[in-house]
Protein backbone atom coordinates (compact mmCIF):
# COMPACT_ATOMS: atom_id res chain seq x y z
CA UNK A 1 0.00 0.00 0.00
CA UNK A 2 1.31 3.32 -0.76
CA UNK A 3 2.49 6.05 1.88
CA UNK A 4 2.77 8.98 1.80
CA UNK A 5 2.84 10.90 5.67
CA UNK A 6 3.07 14.14 6.30
CA UNK A 7 3.89 16.09 9.53
CA UNK A 8 2.61 17.84 11.82
CA UNK A 9 -1.16 17.08 11.15
CA UNK A 10 -2.24 20.03 12.48
CA UNK A 11 -0.20 23.17 13.68
CA UNK A 12 -1.35 27.18 15.13
CA UNK A 13 1.08 29.28 13.85
CA UNK A 14 1.92 33.19 14.22
CA UNK A 15 1.75 35.95 11.89
CA UNK A 16 5.43 36.37 10.76
CA UNK A 17 6.77 33.44 11.81
CA UNK A 18 8.43 30.80 10.00
CA UNK A 19 6.80 27.88 9.11
CA UNK A 20 8.15 24.53 7.94
CA UNK A 21 5.64 21.46 6.47
CA UNK A 22 6.86 17.62 6.12
CA UNK A 23 6.19 14.79 4.14
CA UNK A 24 7.66 11.37 3.60
CA UNK A 25 6.99 8.50 1.04
CA UNK A 26 7.84 4.91 1.17
CA UNK A 27 6.47 4.64 -2.57
CA UNK A 28 9.58 5.10 -4.16
CA UNK A 29 8.33 7.74 -6.43
CA UNK A 30 9.99 10.36 -8.43
CA UNK A 31 7.47 13.03 -8.02
CA UNK A 32 6.19 14.95 -4.88
CA UNK A 33 3.77 17.20 -4.76
CA UNK A 34 2.58 19.98 -2.07
CA UNK A 35 -1.14 21.05 -2.71
CA UNK A 36 -3.39 23.67 -0.76
CA UNK A 37 -7.28 23.30 -0.03
CA UNK A 38 -9.06 25.89 0.68
CA UNK A 39 -13.31 25.77 0.55
CA UNK A 40 -14.82 25.86 -2.77
CA UNK A 41 -11.56 25.77 -4.46
CA UNK A 42 -10.79 22.35 -4.59
CA UNK A 43 -6.92 21.64 -4.19
CA UNK A 44 -4.51 24.05 -5.82
CA UNK A 45 -0.93 22.96 -7.01
CA UNK A 46 1.73 25.01 -5.03
CA UNK A 47 5.12 23.18 -5.56
CA UNK A 48 6.34 20.11 -6.76
CA UNK A 49 9.52 18.26 -7.73
CA UNK A 50 10.35 15.47 -9.86
CA UNK A 51 14.14 14.33 -8.86
CA UNK A 52 16.13 15.23 -5.40
CA UNK A 53 17.71 18.90 -4.92
CA UNK A 54 15.09 19.91 -7.27
CA UNK A 55 12.09 22.03 -7.16
CA UNK A 56 9.43 23.51 -9.72
CA UNK A 57 6.77 25.86 -8.96
CA UNK A 58 3.22 25.30 -9.45
CA UNK A 59 0.21 27.14 -9.92
CA UNK A 60 0.09 29.63 -6.65
CA UNK A 61 3.72 29.69 -5.30
CA UNK A 62 3.94 32.88 -4.25
CA UNK A 63 4.69 33.08 -0.04
CA UNK A 64 5.92 29.53 -0.21
CA UNK A 65 9.26 27.61 -0.54
CA UNK A 66 9.77 23.92 -1.35
CA UNK A 67 13.05 21.44 -0.41
CA UNK A 68 13.35 17.90 -1.66
CA UNK A 69 16.46 16.54 0.26
CA UNK A 70 15.69 13.18 -0.73
CA UNK A 71 13.29 11.39 -2.92
CA UNK A 72 11.57 10.14 0.22
CA UNK A 73 11.51 13.75 1.72
CA UNK A 74 9.81 16.88 0.51
CA UNK A 75 9.26 20.27 3.23
CA UNK A 76 7.58 23.36 1.91
CA UNK A 77 8.25 26.53 4.08
CA UNK A 78 6.47 29.84 4.97
CA UNK A 79 9.00 32.24 5.97
CA UNK A 80 6.42 34.58 6.75
CA UNK A 81 3.34 33.01 7.68
CA UNK A 82 0.31 35.34 6.66
CA UNK A 83 -3.79 35.17 7.71
CA UNK A 84 -4.53 34.39 3.95
CA UNK A 85 -2.03 30.92 4.45
CA UNK A 86 -4.68 29.17 6.72
CA UNK A 87 -5.84 25.97 5.18
CA UNK A 88 -5.39 22.38 5.05
CA UNK A 89 -1.92 21.23 2.86
CA UNK A 90 -1.45 18.13 1.01
CA UNK A 91 1.63 16.19 -0.04
CA UNK A 92 1.20 13.60 -2.67
CA UNK A 93 3.65 11.23 -4.39
CA UNK A 94 3.21 9.45 -7.89
CA UNK A 95 5.74 8.07 -10.64
CA UNK A 96 5.04 9.97 -13.73
CA UNK A 97 1.71 9.23 -15.37
CA UNK A 98 0.53 7.26 -12.97
CA UNK A 99 -2.34 7.41 -9.76
CA UNK A 100 -1.00 10.21 -7.49
CA UNK A 101 -1.06 9.39 -4.23
CA UNK A 102 -1.82 11.87 -0.84
CA UNK A 103 -0.99 12.35 2.33
CA UNK A 104 -4.21 12.74 5.03
CA UNK A 105 -3.03 16.96 5.22
CA UNK A 106 -1.90 18.80 7.69
CA UNK A 107 -4.58 21.93 8.86
CA UNK A 108 -2.47 25.52 8.96
CA UNK A 109 -4.34 27.62 11.13
CA UNK A 110 -2.44 31.52 11.10
CA UNK A 111 -3.29 33.69 13.87
CA UNK B 1 -4.67 28.17 -19.17
CA UNK B 2 -6.32 24.69 -18.20
CA UNK B 3 -9.13 24.72 -15.88
CA UNK B 4 -12.14 22.67 -14.25
CA UNK B 5 -16.05 23.37 -13.18
CA UNK B 6 -17.86 21.73 -11.09
CA UNK B 7 -21.13 23.92 -10.92
CA UNK B 8 -23.05 21.99 -8.19
CA UNK B 9 -21.55 22.34 -4.77
CA UNK B 10 -23.81 20.03 -3.13
CA UNK B 11 -25.51 17.47 -4.01
CA UNK B 12 -28.16 15.25 -1.21
CA UNK B 13 -30.01 12.65 -2.22
CA UNK B 14 -31.40 9.69 -0.69
CA UNK B 15 -30.11 6.12 -0.62
CA UNK B 16 -31.13 4.01 -4.38
CA UNK B 17 -31.53 7.36 -5.79
CA UNK B 18 -29.63 8.15 -9.05
CA UNK B 19 -26.33 9.80 -8.67
CA UNK B 20 -24.89 12.36 -11.80
CA UNK B 21 -22.30 14.76 -11.33
CA UNK B 22 -21.28 16.85 -14.43
CA UNK B 23 -18.00 18.69 -15.10
CA UNK B 24 -16.57 20.73 -17.88
CA UNK B 25 -12.82 21.27 -18.73
CA UNK B 26 -10.61 23.80 -20.85
CA UNK B 27 -7.19 22.39 -21.89
CA UNK B 28 -4.59 22.85 -24.82
CA UNK B 29 -3.44 19.32 -24.71
CA UNK B 30 -4.51 16.01 -25.55
CA UNK B 31 -6.21 15.43 -21.18
CA UNK B 32 -6.14 12.41 -18.96
CA UNK B 33 -9.61 12.95 -17.02
CA UNK B 34 -9.85 11.63 -13.61
CA UNK B 35 -12.53 11.72 -10.75
CA UNK B 36 -11.10 12.07 -6.79
CA UNK B 37 -13.24 11.27 -3.90
CA UNK B 38 -12.18 12.59 -0.35
CA UNK B 39 -13.51 10.93 3.25
CA UNK B 40 -13.49 13.09 5.83
CA UNK B 41 -10.27 13.18 7.67
CA UNK B 42 -7.92 11.85 4.58
CA UNK B 43 -6.74 12.67 1.53
CA UNK B 44 -8.57 12.46 -1.60
CA UNK B 45 -7.81 8.95 -3.44
CA UNK B 46 -8.60 8.55 -7.07
CA UNK B 47 -12.01 6.86 -7.86
CA UNK B 48 -11.99 6.60 -11.68
CA UNK B 49 -9.63 7.85 -15.02
CA UNK B 50 -10.53 8.33 -18.12
CA UNK B 51 -8.49 8.55 -21.20
CA UNK B 52 -9.18 9.91 -24.63
CA UNK B 53 -8.48 6.77 -25.89
CA UNK B 54 -11.13 4.87 -23.91
CA UNK B 55 -13.71 7.32 -22.65
CA UNK B 56 -15.39 5.25 -20.38
CA UNK B 57 -14.20 4.50 -16.82
CA UNK B 58 -15.60 2.02 -14.05
CA UNK B 59 -15.03 1.80 -10.78
CA UNK B 60 -16.88 0.41 -7.65
CA UNK B 61 -20.05 1.01 -8.76
CA UNK B 62 -19.55 4.37 -10.47
CA UNK B 63 -19.20 5.27 -14.37
CA UNK B 64 -17.49 7.83 -15.66
CA UNK B 65 -17.99 9.11 -19.31
CA UNK B 66 -16.46 12.58 -21.08
CA UNK B 67 -17.53 14.22 -24.77
CA UNK B 68 -14.52 16.02 -26.53
CA UNK B 69 -17.42 17.79 -27.94
CA UNK B 70 -18.65 19.59 -25.25
CA UNK B 71 -15.79 19.16 -23.22
CA UNK B 72 -17.45 17.87 -20.43
CA UNK B 73 -17.28 15.15 -18.20
CA UNK B 74 -19.78 13.53 -16.14
CA UNK B 75 -20.01 10.70 -12.69
CA UNK B 76 -22.67 8.55 -12.36
CA UNK B 77 -24.06 5.68 -9.99
CA UNK B 78 -27.41 3.84 -10.48
CA UNK B 79 -27.99 3.56 -6.46
CA UNK B 80 -26.25 5.50 -4.28
CA UNK B 81 -25.44 4.50 -0.47
CA UNK B 82 -24.87 5.62 2.65
CA UNK B 83 -21.16 5.12 2.48
CA UNK B 84 -20.92 7.18 -0.93
CA UNK B 85 -21.42 10.31 1.25
CA UNK B 86 -18.39 12.19 0.38
CA UNK B 87 -16.43 15.07 -1.87
CA UNK B 88 -15.95 14.21 -5.55
CA UNK B 89 -14.12 15.97 -7.43
CA UNK B 90 -13.15 16.15 -11.37
CA UNK B 91 -9.55 16.57 -11.82
CA UNK B 92 -7.77 17.60 -15.07
CA UNK B 93 -4.60 15.86 -15.11
CA UNK B 94 -0.98 15.78 -17.53
CA UNK B 95 2.02 13.89 -16.01
CA UNK B 96 1.01 13.68 -12.52
CA UNK B 97 0.54 17.44 -11.92
CA UNK B 98 -3.75 17.52 -10.87
CA UNK B 99 -5.76 20.48 -11.53
CA UNK B 100 -8.85 19.76 -9.54
CA UNK B 101 -12.25 21.51 -9.49
CA UNK B 102 -14.07 23.06 -6.75
CA UNK B 103 -15.56 19.69 -5.49
CA UNK B 104 -19.17 18.17 -4.80
CA UNK B 105 -20.51 17.45 -1.20
CA UNK B 106 -22.63 14.22 -1.19
CA UNK B 107 -24.74 13.93 1.31
CA UNK B 108 -26.82 10.55 1.45
CA UNK B 109 -30.07 10.93 3.88
CA UNK B 110 -30.25 7.27 5.24
Known amino acids: EAAVTQSPRSKVAVTGGKVTLSCHQTNNHDYMYWYRQDTGHGLRLIHY???????EKGDIPDGYKASRPSQENFSLILELASLSQTAVYFCASSDRNTEVFFGKGTRLTVV | GDSVTQMQGQVTLSEDDFLFINCTYS??????LFWYVQYPGEGPQLLLK?????NKGISRGFEATYDKGTTSFHLQKASVQESDSAVYYCVLGNQGKLIFGQGTKLSIKP
Open chain 2, 27 to 32: TTWYPT
Open chain 2, 50 to 54: VTTAN
Open chain 1, 49 to 55: SYVADST
